[in-house]
């Protein structure tokens, strides 16, 4: 069990630009979340995945945003035009049961 | 506006102290998960209760879920300084969880 897994750590990039985000989950975990948090509040959900399949998008996630999950394993989120609004920590976790989630090191992004 | 609401927003307290932190919520959940995050890491799952009335301990820390599972309170005891950190409450319904906005602690030595 190596934990969940994100990349980059960091990420700056102008505005205007696309970016894209991974999450490798822990291994056999079948529900993958994503979630943004910015400074002084706690983490809002983003998205749910069980496997492959999309199972909800917040309303947060404007038509910028997309997720994938191929064979339900790793995960992606891509920002397309980036706003400086989107500067925020991203957040994966993945699960078994939504009892316990857990949570990787989060992709801070800076747009600027 | 958040589901799950938690007071105080911030608390610092001198080492050797206790301390309470509150998570409060008008729905009801299935389970409710406390977890600590420090600056520029993601949050780490401490403990998750899942039964009206239930508490929990983890050595200096304890956790209780109300009743009707719609609030939970943490309360450390003896707060040394690695107890700093933001203490985030998350109630699960259905698939999801929705957090609080988190009480920062700070533990002075």
Not at chain 1, 36 to 63: H, I, M, V
Not at chain 1, 65 to 75: C, T
Not at chain 1, 80 to 96: F, K, N, P, V, W
Not at chain 2, 66 to 73: F, H, I, N, Q, T
């Amino acid at each position: 069990d190596t934990g969940v897994s994100q990349n980059p750590r960091h990420k700056i990039t102008k505005r205007g630009q696309n970016v894209t985000f991974r999450c490798d989950p822990i291994s056999e975990h079948n529900r993958l979340y994503w979630y943004r948090q910015t400074l002084g509040q706690g983490p809002e959900f983003l998205t749910y995945f069980q496997n492959e399949a999309q199972l909800e998008k917040s309303r947060l996630l404007s038509d910028r945003f997309s997720a994938e999950r191929p064979k339900g394993s790793f995960s992606t989120l891509e920002i397309q035009r980036t706003e400086q609004g989107d500067s925020a920590m991203y957040l994966c976790a993945s699960s078994r049961t939504v009892t316990e989630a857990f949570f990787g090191q989060g992709t801070r992004l800076t747009v600027v | 506006t958040q589901l799950l609401e938690q007071s105080p927003q911030f608390l610092s307290i001198q080492e050797g102290e206790n301390l309470t932190v509150y998570c409060n919520s008008s729905s009801v959940f299935s389970s409710l998960q406390w977890y600590r995050q420090e600056p520029g890491e993601g949050p780490v799952l401490l403990v998750t209760v899942v039964t009206g009335g239930e508490v929990k301990k983890l050595k200096r820390l304890t956790f209780q879920f109300g009743d009707a599972r719609k609030d939970s309170s943490l309360h450390i005891t003896a707060a040394q300084p690695g107890d700093t950190g933001l203490y985030l409450c998350a109630g699960a319904r259905d698939y999801k969880l929705s957090f609080g906005a988190g009480t920062t602690v700070t533990v002075r030595a």
